[in-house]
């Protein structure tokens, strides 16, 4: 069992940069993948970023690759998400998830464990 907690979202200009950060409660943490989804109103909880146990392996989706970086510290339990040149388009909640499975990144109903996800506003 693992429990996740979001943090880092807020209001941000288009152009602008925000980092969200997952941190965790187990102790085995470096065996778990943790990916990011997002979902905006109305639509579908969609695939953002993912990160393998010890950070090697990582996925992007098209649409924030270039322009978002994640990255995890297995020693603190962490998560990070870099988001950069944010658009009205990455308006969303946000949310971490993980599991212990090794594939399929992408897909988000492969993720057992889910954070209470955060807000992402682009807006001028």
């Known amino acids: 069992q693992v429990q996740l907690a979001e943090s880092g979202g807020g209001l941000v200009q288009p152009g602008g940069s925000l980092r969200l950060s997952c941190e965790a409660s187990?102790?085995?943490?470096?065996?778990?993948?943790v990916g990011w989804f997002r979902q905006a109103p109305g639509q579908e909880r969609e695939f953002v970023a993912a990160?393998?146990?010890?950070?090697?392996?990582?996925y992007y989706s098209p649409s924030v690759e270039g322009r978002f970086i994640i990255s995890r510290d297995n020693g603190q339990k962490q998560v990070t998400l870099r988001m950069n040149t944010l658009q009205p388009d990455d308006t969303a909640v946000y949310y971490c998830?993980?599991?212990?499975?090794?594939?399929?990144?992408?897909?988000?109903?492969?993720?057992?464990?889910w954070g209470q996800g955060t807000q992402v506003t682009v807006s001028s």
């Open positions: 998830a993980a599991k212990t499975q090794g594939r399929y990144y992408t897909k988000v109903e492969t993720y057992n464990y």
């Open positions: 990160v393998g146990w010890f950070g090697v392996e990582i």
């Open positions: 187990t102790d085995s943490f470096d065996t778990y993948v």
